[in-house]
T-cell receptor, first 112, second 117 residues
Framework: DTAVSQTPKYLVTQMGNDKSIKCEQN?????MYWYKQDSKKFLKIMFS???????INETVPNRFSPKSPDKAHLNLHINSLELGDSAVYFC???????????FGNGTRLTVT | KQEVTQIPAALSVPEGENLVLNCSFT??????LQWFRQDPGKGLTSLLL?????REQTSGRLNASLDKSSGRSTLYIAASQPGDSATYLC????????????????FGKGTLLTVNP
């Protein structure tokens, strides 16, 4: 009964490919997020959706496109992958703006 | 733009010792502050959340304080155990200069804690 689940856990792909990471939460939360953790372990927000609407869109290349089919899901699609996209991507959710974030276990993306 | 700094970057202590982790932030107009732990290869686990109107929060052996005016928070761990070994991350939400969003959480780089048996 994992609260926030991401798939896949590991993703190894070549430059130029297109890939997707899926995220689902069963907590009934209204808000979902994508964070990127780089090789120096620094976590930075990429996107946030509240009730399927985009509310945060940081300076992220437009090769990254989030999609929220319903408030329990927030998927991340990445086009034309580059070496610099290699990182761990974390999905998270929260109930409103004043509640703790619940994180998934991350997807380690390696672009070769 | 909001910046969060955590000191020290790494800390190694013997089991049983009490310890303090420090976090500072540049924009004091925050909505809340959260402490997380991250185990290797895992996601983050929320430990404590302090609202901007609060001074501290406690959970078991953990106590987090917040001094918004000076832009500082501390996480106090009592009677440390080897199972406490992890990276501890501080994050602040909101802030006048965070793009106006109360949903945006800005993280520090973390403190890697090792508790030796």
């Amino acid at each position: 009964d994992t609260a926030v689940s991401q798939t896949p856990k590991y993703l190894v792909t070549q430059m130029g490919n297109d890939k997707s990471i899926k995220c689902e939460q069963n907590l009934g939360h209204d808000t979902m997020y994508w964070y990127k953790q780089d090789s120096k372990k620094f976590l930075k927000i990429m996107f946030s959706y509240n009730n399927k609407e985009l509310i945060i869109n940081e300076t992220v290349p437009n090769r990254f496109s989030p999609k929220s089919p319903d408030k329990a899901h927030l998927n991340l699609h990445i086009n034309s992958l580059e070496l610099g996209d290699s990182a761990v991507y974390f999905c998270a959710s929260s109930q409103g703006e004043n509640s703790p974030l619940h994180f998934g276990n991350g997807t380690r993306l390696t672009v070769t | 733009k909001q910046e969060v700094t955590q000191i020290p970057a790494a800390l190694s202590v013997p089991e049983g010792e009490n310890l303090v982790l420090n976090c500072s932030f540049t924009d004091s107009a925050i909505y809340n502050l959260q402490w997380f732990r991250q185990d290797p290869g895992k996601g983050l686990t929320s430990l404590l959340l302090i609202q901007s109107s609060q001074r501290e929060q406690t959970s078991g052996r953990l106590n987090a304080s917040l001094d918004k005016s000076s832009g500082r928070s501390t996480l106090y761990i009592a009677a440390s155990q080897p199972g406490d070994s992890a990276t501890y991350l501080c994050a602040v939400k909101g802030g006048v200069n965070s793009g106006g969003s109360n949903y945006k959480l800005t993280f520090g780089k973390g403190t890697l804690l090792t508790v030796n048996p």
